[in-house]
């Protein structure tokens, strides 16, 4: 009799967005008597998932799988009932091409909770800087959280230097809509409206999770 064993826990920054299709194989499956179709479907898959090059016998094979400490990314559905806010501080500035950054704490309806930083480029329609209160909502999991984004947004002044701002975030490549961010802070601007186009990267460490 085969002996198997599924060691996920390296993967945890494992992107599995990049390919087309879901992943089949169910991962939820634990010690042994797994069937050897599934066991055939897995070595089969083109997923780097990891039953690779193993003989299948006509035996029931024991299985063992080791979990990785969080979802990978790609692993979890991102169905609409999935949320994550995230609530921080961030700055930046513009000369009209400038740099933003922030830090703060998530949490998820899935259960994880955790700090993030980030960092990006961007480009404005004026001079200024400013350093805000913000708070993200993204309409998925964290790994849709973490990762590479788009944000499209605007800043004004209703009372200098009180500022306050908005951006819609998006997926690279596919443009796929992730959530939209907003803020509170104080700022100057050589304008009292200005319009932000920026690219950043958010990562995520996870401190709690409840499953």
């Avoid at 009799?1 to 879901?22: E, G, K, P, T």
């Avoid at 799988?65 to 969080?70: T, Y």
Wanted: glycine share 12%.
């Amino acid at each position: 009799m085969d002996f198997f064993r599924l060691d996920a826990r390296q993967i945890d920054n494992v992107n599995l967005n990049r390919f087309s299709n879901d992943v089949k194989f169910d991962f939820k499956t634990s010690g042994s008597n797994l069937s050897k179709p599934l066991v055939k479907s897995a070595l089969a898959s083109k997923y780097p998932v990891a039953l690779q090059a193993a003989i299948v016998s006509e035996d029931k094979p024991n299985f063992a799988f080791l979990p990785p400490q969080k979802t990978p990314t790609g692993f979890m559905n991102n169905s609409n009932h999935f949320f994550t806010v995230g609530i921080g501080i961030s700055g930046g500035f513009s000369l009209p091409f400038g740099i933003f950054a922030g830090a703060g704490v998530y949490g998820s309806n899935t259960g994880e909770f955790g700090t993030y930083t980030g960092a990006g480029i961007q480009i404005a329609s004026n001079m200024g800087g400013s350093a805000s209160i913000e708070a993200t909502y993204i309409f998925g999991p964290p790994s849709d959280f973490q990762g590479m984004a788009y944000g499209i947004g605007i800043e004004i002044e209703p009372c200098p230097p009180i500022c306050v701002a908005g951006s819609l975030l998006f997926q690279p490549k596919t443009w796929r809509f992730l959530g939209f961010t907003f803020s509170v802070g104080v700022g100057v601007s050589a304008l009292p409206a200005n319009i932000l186009i920026q690219a950043g990267m958010t990562n995520t460490k996870p401190r709690l999770i409840f499953r």
